[in-house]
């Protein structure tokens, strides 16, 4: 078991050899609470974009569903007259400035995430450490009316005019204590001044508002169905029927993502064939030809295939699931008013 399942386990499953680290609390906690007291003091001279940033964050590490998020708002505010582009942190990428996204970029150059958004959503994509400089290049170089940042709640030298939090709508905030002792990032008193708070769901599944959900900010809070369009071949592009998922037997499901069980619990609504073996691997880790079995059906996420397209793949049974996260009419709605807004005040 890698070290991030490790910590995952233990933030989520009760374990609680984590407390070894308690005594650093009151210092972290002084440290979090400093930086977004500082950002608040000095907001206004912080960096103003010309045009609004929204940005897909999560108070915890891991996978919370930002990327679907990202596709959804990208699909949507396109088909509504914006022209949205995205800024990504770039993880697993080698740059070291801010770098645009290019249909032959690679995921050693610009990170397994960014270069999926910019494929799904055929939106321009910036990577950089520095977000305020991937927004300064983004809005020079590309005809952008709004920026979305993918993560970057807590990169406070970024100023933002509207923030949506994902939370794990089953694992929630874990043991509720910040990192290294849980897996927050801030208090989860930060829901408070957040615009929305997002959940991903699967397709028909009953939701309502967490207990872990602050009362005070329970009006923030929606769930957002997240609907399986197809499989995909990884090596030919070719796209497949679900039905692939219950005709075929002996799959491999391999993920290198912040939660593989959320994916492998989409596959079993799916009703994947019940003889499957799981290859987890760290988040944003570099697919290798090894890494892929030679034989049998394959199923990874797509995140996780564009790391492999240009590699030497034996296995011509390798796929993807392609999926889509469907944004409700209250969210929609106010989103477009805080646009609105924003537009008025600039």
């Not at 206004?44 to 708002?73: D, E, H, R, W, Y």
């Not at 204590?177 to 769901?201: M, N, Q, T, W, Y």
């Amino acid at each position: 078991m890698n070290l991030d399942r490790l910590f995952s386990k233990a933030w989520y499953e009760g374990h609680c050899w984590t407390r070894c680290f308690y005594p650093l609390m009151p210092v972290i906690k002084r440290f979090v609470r400093q930086k977004r007291v500082r950002f608040l003091e000095s907001r206004a001279s912080l960096f103003q974009s010309s045009v609004p940033v929204i940005v897909v964050g999560n108070l915890t590490v891991g996978g919370t569903g930002k990327s679907p998020m990202v596709v959804a708002l990208c699909q949507w505010l396109v088909s509504n007259g914006y022209t949205p582009g995205i800024v990504s942190r770039g993880y697993g990428s080698n740059n070291k400035g801010a770098v645009l996204v290019t249909g032959d970029a690679s995921p050693e150059d610009v990170g397994d995430e960014p270069l999926m958004l910019a494929k799904r959503t055929s939106c321009p994509v910036v990577v950089g450490r520095d977000r305020v400089q991937a927004v300064q290049k983004l809005i020079a170089e590309a005809d952008v009316d709004l920026v979305i940042s993918d993560d970057g709640l807590q990169h406070y030298a970024l100023d933002r005019h509207i923030e949506i939090v994902m939370v794990d709508y089953e694992r929630g905030f874990g043991n509720g204590f910040l990192l290294p002792v849980g897996p927050l990032r801030e208090p989860i008193e930060r829901l408070k001044d957040v615009h929305f708070i997002a959940s991903v769901i699967q397709q028909g599944q009953f939701s309502e508002c967490p207990k872990y959900i602050p009362q005070e900010a329970s009006e923030k809070f929606a769930c957002f169905p997240l609907s399986v369009v197809d499989l995909v071949n990884v090596k030919t592009g070719l796209t497949a029927d679900l039905s692939v998922l219950q005709s075929k037997s002996a799959w491999s499901v391999v993920a290198a993502i912040g939660n593989p069980t959320r994916f492998l619990n989409t596959l079993t609504t799916l009703n994947i064939a019940n003889d499957y073996s799981t290859h987890w691997l760290s988040d944003h880790h570099l697919l290798e030809a090894k890494d892929i079995p030679n034989e049998g059906p394959v199923v990874m996420t797509e995140k996780d295939a564009v790391k492999c397209f240009s590699l030497n793949i034996q296995n011509d049974d390798v796929w993807y699931l392609r999926v889509s996260l469907q944004l409700t009419e209250d969210f929609k709605f106010n989103l477009i008013n805080s646009l609105s807004n924003f537009t008025k005040v600039r």
